[in-house]
C-alpha cells in the first residue's frame, strides 16, 4: 500500500505537472513571434479577398464543379479520412499529443474552440446556406460520405482544421513544419469540396476565421493565465479525453471510411496520454 501511495506522488500528473504549467506559462509570455501572426493575419485576408472576388465574379456557388469533378481521381476512402481530420473530435483527440509537453497550445485551443463555436453558428443561423446536395442535382455532382443540407456557411470543419494548424504554427517555429502544416490544412479544407459538403466560399471563409479567431485567441492566452492552472488543465484534459473516446465509441461525422484511421489516432493518443502523465517525471540525465 505504502508502495502504491509513494508511486501515486511520484507520477507526473501529481508531482510535475504543477511546475510544467508554471514552466509553460513563462516561455510562452517569452517566447512571442509577432511576425508569424502577421503573416497568419495576412493569410486570413487574402482568403476572404479571394472569397469575395470568387463571389463577384461567380456567385456564391462558384467554382464548385471546377474543383469537385476531380473528387474520382482519389479513392473514397482518401476523401473521407482527410475530410474527418477536420472533425472537432479528431481534432481534439490529436491534442493529446502535446498535452503534456506544452499546455500553452491546449489553452489557446480552448479559447479559440470557444471563438470559432461562436463564429460559425451565429453565421449558420444568419444565412442557413443550402449545402450542395440540396441545390443540385444527384448526378451534378460527385459525393463522398452522408448527403448534408443545411447550414453550408461557412464550413466549420475548414475552420476547424485552421485552428489547429495555425496554432501548431505558431508555436513550432520550423520553416519546412509550417508550410507542410499549412498544406494539410488546406487538404483538409478542400476536401470538403470533394465531398459536396460545402462551397468553395463556405472553405475560403471558414478556413479565414479558423486563422483570425486563432490569432485572437493567442492573444487572449498571452492576457490571461486562466489555462496555466491545474482546474482549468484538467477540465481542458476531460474534454480532449472525451472526444477520444468518442471516436473510439464509434463517432465517424458520417463518414465510415475514416473510422479505423481515426480510432488509431483516438487510441494513439490516449495511450501518450497515459504514459506521459501517470508515469514520474523525466530526470534529466547527469554527465
Request: hydrophobic fraction near 55%; include cysteine; charge should be positive.
Amino acid at each position: 500500500m505504502q508502495s502504491l501511495l509513494t508511486q501515486i506522488k511520484a507520477c507526473f500528473i501529481v508531482a510535475g505537472l504543477p511546475g510544467q504549467l508554471e514552466s509553460a506559462q513563462q516561455r510562452f509570455n517569452q517566447e512571442t513571434d509577432p511576425q508569424a501572426l502577421v503573416r497568419l493575419t495576412l493569410l486570413a485576408l487574402v482568403l476572404l479577398g479571394t472569397a469575395l472576388l470568387l463571389w463577384l465574379i461567380a456567385g456564391y456557388h462558384g467554382a464548385f464543379h471546377l474543383l469537385n469533378q476531380f473528387t474520382p481521381y482519389f479513392p473514397s476512402t482518401f476523401w473521407q479520412i482527410v475530410t474527418f481530420m477536420g472533425d472537432t473530435t479528431f481534432v481534439l483527440a490529436l491534442s493529446l499529443l502535446v498535452a503534456r509537453r506544452n499546455p500553452a497550445i491546449l489553452w489557446v485551443l480552448l479559447i479559440a474552440a470557444v471563438y470559432g463555436t461562436l463564429a460559425t453558428h451565429g453565421f449558420k443561423n444568419l444565412f442557413d446556406a443550402g449545402r450542395p446536395p440540396v441545390t443540385l442535382l444527384t448526378d451534378e455532382y460527385n459525393l463522398v460520405g452522408r448527403a448534408l443540407k443545411n447550414g453550408s456557411f461557412p464550413s466549420g470543419h475548414s475552420l476547424s482544421a485552421l485552428v489547429f494548424v495555425t496554432t501548431a504554427y505558431y508555436f513550432f517555429n520550423n520553416p519546412v513544419l509550417r508550410v507542410s502544416l499549412l498544406l494539410i490544412g488546406g487538404l483538409v479544407a478542400l476536401s470538403r469540396v470533394m465531398v459536396a459538403a460545402h462551397w468553395p466560399i463556405d472553405v475560403l471563409v471558414g478556413s479565414a476565421l479558423g486563422i483570425l479567431v486563432t490569432v485572437a485567441a493567442i492573444k487572449t492566452a498571452q492576457r490571461y493565465a486562466l489555462g496555466f492552472r491545474l482546474p482549468t488543465h484538467f477540465f481542458i484534459l476531460f474534454l480532449l479525453l472525451t472526444a477520444a473516446l468518442m471516436i473510439l465509441g464509434g463517432h465517424d461525422g458520417g463518414y465510415p471510411q475514416a473510422h479505423l484511421f481515426a480510432k488509431v489516432i483516438a487510441l494513439s493518443s490516449l495511450l501518450v496520454f497515459v504514459f506521459e502523465y501517470f508515469l514520474p517525471p523525466r530526470q534529466p540525465r547527469t554527465r
